[in-house]
């Protein structure tokens, strides 16, 4: 089991930054591939970034390339999501994810092949 902790939310204006910590803790705490995902109100989950196991991949959505970077530190068990240039359409509930990967460098946009969650992070950015 993996128990993820999002951590960095808040209000911020727009052109504004934010940094969104995701702490695991478990049996796997380092052996697993993560990523973000957001839930804005009316809308269904959306995926955001992706990172493999060693940090050597990663992917980005389309509406937050070149904007977002995700990364992570393994020796902290803590993964990572940069935000710049916020937009008010990036308001949402930000959730972490992890799941055991097919390989080192796998990433996968897909939230039903994450196995676990975090219980979220609220975003807000006004306009």
């Known amino acids: 089991q993996v128990q993820l902790v999002e951590s960095g939310g808040g209000l911020v204006q727009a052109g504004g930054s934010l940094r969104l910590s995701c702490a695991a803790s478990?049996?796997?705490?380092?052996?697993?591939?993560a990523g973000w995902f957001r839930q804005a109100p009316g809308k269904e989950r959306g995926f955001v970034a992706a990172?493999?196991?060693?940090?050597?991949?990663?992917y980005y959505g389309d509406s937050v390339k070149g904007r977002f970077t995700i990364s992570r530190d393994n020796a902290k068990n803590t993964v990572y999501l940069q935000m710049n240039s916020l937009k008010p359409e990036d308001t949402a509930v930000y959730y972490c994810?992890?799941?055991?990967?097919?390989?080192?460098?796998?990433?996968?946009?897909?939230?039903?092949?994450?196995?676990?969650w975090g219980q979220g992070t609220q975003v807000t950015v006004s306009s």
């Open positions: 478990g049996r796997t705490r380092s052996s697993y591939a």
């Open positions: 990172i493999s196991l060693t940090g050597s991949k990663t």
């Open positions: 994810a992890a799941r055991i990967p097919e390989s080192i460098v796998a990433v996968t946009t897909d939230s039903h092949t994450y196995d676990y």
